[in-house]
Nanobody
Framework: QVQLVESGGGLVQPGGSLRLSCAAS????????MAWYRQVPGKQRELVAS???????NCAGSVKGRFTISRDNAKNMVYLQMNSLTPEDTAVYYC?????????WGQGTQVTVSS
């Protein structure tokens, strides 16, 4: 099983930026796609952005134009660049790797947007 470890969360003011990182203990090509999800207490975990092994990306409408997902295959890393953050982006952000037989999650990193 490939372990996923997120980092880069923290407290940021509205309008600020953060870059989240997800480090995989093995090859991210073992997954068909990598993604970032987020969750706030009392709500379902929601997809933020995803990227396939071929590099195709998809973003939720609420973050389109502000967030960018990317990957470094050589380093087995996945990133989420978050710009123009708002308080509504406050959540625990999770890295996810999935394929037909696997659906792995990291432990999450807290992002708080507040003045």
């Amino acid at each position: 099983q490939v372990q996923l470890v997120e980092s880069g969360g923290g407290l940021v003011q509205p309008g600020g930026s953060l870059r989240l990182s997800c480090a995989a203990s093995g090859s991210i090509f073992s997954f068909s796609a990598m993604a970032w999800y987020r969750q706030v207490p009392g709500k379902q975990r929601e997809l933020v952005a995803s990227i396939t092994n071929g590099g195709s990306t998809n973003c939720a409408g609420s973050v389109k134009g502000r967030f960018t997902i990317s990957r470094d295959n050589a380093k087995n890393m996945v990133y989420l660049q978050m710009n123009s953050l708002t308080p509504e982006d406050t959540a625990v952000y999770y890295c996810n790797g999935r394929s037909v037989l696997v659906n792995d999650w990291g432990q999450g990193t807290q992002v708080t947007v507040s003045s």
